[in-house]
């Protein structure tokens, strides 16, 4: 069985930090791109940032320069670095990992709240 696990969220205040983790637990898997995306209240869920395999990182324009993705192929770990936090960036961050072998499709973690005061 497939599972993402998060961690790493809170409440901070704007212009801080937090770095949220997503680990995969499971066998009988390759993963292939990893990613964060986010959904804040009455609106829609909108990618934040994936990462190839190989590295290759692709980002939301609201969050460039600010957050940086990156992977850990050993341990089935994704991690997004988010600085300069603004209260825009509120929101329910989820990771997903696209998944090939005995377990194909994207897969989703159960979310986890960031909050930004002002």
């Known amino acids: 069985q497939v599972q993402l696990v998060e961690s790493g969220g809170g409440l901070v205040q704007a212009g801080g930090s937090l770095k949220l983790s997503c680990a995969v637990s499971g066998s009988g898997f390759m993963i292939n791109t990893m990613g964060w995306y986010r959904q804040a209240p009455g609106h829609q869920r909108d990618q934040v940032a994936t990462i190839s395999r190989g590295g290759t990182t692709n980002y939301a324009d609201s969050v460039k320069g600010r957050f940086t993705i990156s992977r850990d192929n050993a341990k089935n770990t994704v991690y997004l670095q988010m600085n300069s936090l603004e209260p825009g960036d509120t929101a329910v961050y989820y990771c997903?990992?696209?998944?090939?072998?005995?377990?194909?499709?994207?897969?989703w973690g159960q979310g986890t709240q960031v909050t930004v005061s002002s």
């Open positions: 997903a990992a696209d998944l090939s072998g005995l377990n194909n499709g994207r897969y």
